[in-house]
């Protein structure tokens, strides 16, 4: 059973509703969301999982303006994204919202603080030193925070991107498949400061992940397959998550 999303639950961070994406056309027509609805709430980690090709990255996208989408709505808070322009687009994604993704995005001539700090400097802010000390003491970096991250290891540089996120305050912070290019031990590091960001200072995080192992660290994980939404967990273990992705293989084999 999908509960109703919009069930009470804390506010939501973000929401969309009705949410369909197709990409191409005749042939080529992909239904990568169809009539998705689903609420992200304050202070929540959320996880989005599912078999490759199902729709999270596109979900993710849609939800945090950096993808249009055919029909239904996405707001951030209360803002409703269709109402915005371009620029008002751009500056909401930057002030509101920070991102993870699988490939560190780092610059590379710059150090890790550099890094860091850079979003704020370009939107003409100077973070607050005492979060700042607080982000970058959670993510442990320490001595490193001066190193460039051709030095650091690729846990290491998700660190920097996990602080990078987190460092403006941004109303939600989206990761897609944040673990994606590490081993094991490095991505639990990264997966735990996700969850610490959540449970420390409050932040709100929806992260997209195809491994049970990452979607056991959420409080929620919402299942996609084919384009739409089909299960959601409360307090997540990965055994029980994988439990559940193995009811979509079988309805997949069987058509
Ligand atoms: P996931 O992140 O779950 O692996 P995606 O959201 O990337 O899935 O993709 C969902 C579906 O949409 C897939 O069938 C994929 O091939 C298709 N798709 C994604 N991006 C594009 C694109 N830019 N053009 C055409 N099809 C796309
Ligand atoms: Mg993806």
């Avoid at 994406?21 to 980690?45: H, I, M, P, S, W």
């Avoid at 620029?87 to 710059?110: K, M």
């Avoid at 990078?164 to 639990?188: H, K, Q, W, Y």
Wanted: charged fraction near 25%; include cysteine; proline fraction near 5%.
């Amino acid at each position: 059973m999908i509960a109703d999303p919009f069930v009470p639950r804390p506010r939501a961070a973000a929401a969309v509703e009705g949410l369909t994406k197709v990409y191409g056309r005749g042939d080529t027509r992909v239904v990568a969301l169809d009539q998705v609805g689903v609420a992200f709430g304050e202070g929540e980690f959320t996880a989005i999982m599912g078999p490759s090709g199902c729709g999270k990255s596109t979900l993710m996208h849609c939800a945090a303006g950096l993808d249009s989408f055919d029909s239904g709505s996405v707001r951030i808070g209360t803002t409703e994204l269709a109402a915005l322009d371009d620029r008002q687009l751009t500056e909401l994604r930057r002030d509101r919202i920070g991102f993870i993704f699988q490939a560190f995005n780092l610059l590379p001539t710059l150090t890790a603080l550099e890094n860091i700090t850079l979003p704020s400097a370009i939107a003409g802010r100077r973070p607050d030193p005492e979060w700042l000390d607080r982000v970058v003491a959670m993510v442990g970096l320490g001595r490193r925070l001066d190193h460039r991250p051709g030095q650091l290891s690729g846990g290491q540089q998700q660190r920097v991107a996990v602080a990078r996120a987190l460092v403006s305050r941004p109303a939600i912070v989206f990761a897609d498949e944040p673990t994606g290019n590490l081993d094991s031990r490095a991505g639990a590091e990264v997966l735990g400061f996700l969850r610490d960001s959540v449970r420390e200072l409050g932040q709100t995080v929806v992260m997209v992940t195809h491994d049970p192992v990452a979607a056991g660290y959420a409080d929620r994980v919402v299942f996609l397959s084919d384009g739409r939404l089909v299960d959601e967990m409360a307090r997540p273990t990965p055994d029980r998550v994988l439990d559940v992705m193995k009811t979509f293989d079988t309805v997949t084999r069987t058509g």
